[in-house]
């Protein structure tokens, strides 16, 4: 069996010395930049970052946007900017069936209608002829 004795021993906080206030041109380990101008010069670096920042994202938006692409404003094969190209009715890789009364002139009209000369010049080049047949499929350029 073990016992265990209690004492009483008087527990006192350590000492510790008294504060004072000293001058500033009395402290010998304190040298360099005065608060205030560390300050203004983080400011300044903020700043710096912030623009250039926001001159990085001016240009990856430029860079987006002129970016070629059915997204941005690209262009079809045929010549034709993609948001002319969506509403009409036949763009470019589509096959268009020739009916009566077609012609190539016809045919680069609903293809292109801002400017049906190049898209005519393309259909010539794919069919290798100027004349149409109703009934043939067209692979439209």
Partial sequence: MSAVALTEYEIRPPARPHLHLVEQSSVPWRSGVH?????????????????AL????????????????????????????????????????????VQPGDSVASIARLVNP????????????????????PGEHVLIP
Avoid: C, K, N
Wanted: hydrophobic share 45%; net charge positive; no cysteine.
């Fill in 35 to 51: 608060l205030a101008s560390r300050r203004l010069a983080r400011a300044r670096r903020r700043r710096q970052r912030q623009r």
């Fill in 114 to 133: 801002v400017d049906p000369a190049y898209a005519r010049r393309r259909l010539i080049a794919e069919l290798r002829s100027s004349v149409v047949i």
């Fill in 54 to 97: 926001l001159g990085l994202a001016v240009a990856l938006g430029l860079v987006v946007l002129a970016w070629p692409g059915h997204a941005f404003g690209g262009t079809t094969g045929s010549g034709l900017p993609t948001d002319l190209a969506t509403g009409a009715t036949l763009a470019s890789g589509m096959v268009y069936v």
